[in-house]
């Protein structure tokens, strides 16, 4: 069993940007950071692998995301850099113990965090 402790969402500026965090208890192959903005299906965002490093970004983030781990800490961090107000929306991370599909699969993960709330103004 893993657990997941998201931190660091918040309410911003379109332009702003936010640095969120998921501390995890134990192994994960892979993190992957999922977004539900209201009325809308859960997304994929982005995600890491935790031994290669690998790292994974839906399309639409056209680069404007970044993700990072610190294997000491276990905590894995999304960067978020100008922010748009379509990108407000309830962020979850998620951990599978092993590769099971692709990142985006929702499926595949077994651990879920609570969320936290991003909120982009205009």
């Not at 640095?19 to 890491?48: D, M």
């Not at 962020?91 to 965090?113: F, I, M, V």
């Amino acid at each position: 069993q893993v657990q997941l402790v998201e931190s660091g969402g918040g309410s911003v500026q379109a332009g702003g940007s936010l640095r969120l965090s998921c501390a995890a208890s134990g192994y994960y192959h892979t993190l992957g950071w999922f977004r539900q903005a209201p009325a809308k299906e859960r997304e994929g965002v982005a995600a890491i692998s935790r031994d290669l490093g690998n790292t994974y970004f839906a399309d639409s983030m056209n680069g404007r995301f970044t993700v990072s781990q610190d294997k000491v800490k276990n905590t894995v961090y999304l960067q978020m850099d100008n922010l748009k107000p379509e990108d407000t929306a309830m962020y979850y991370c998620a951990a599978r113990a092993r590769w099971s599909g692709p990142w985006y699969a929702q499926d595949t993960y077994n651990y879920w965090g609570q969320g936290t709330q991003v909120t982009v103004s205009s």
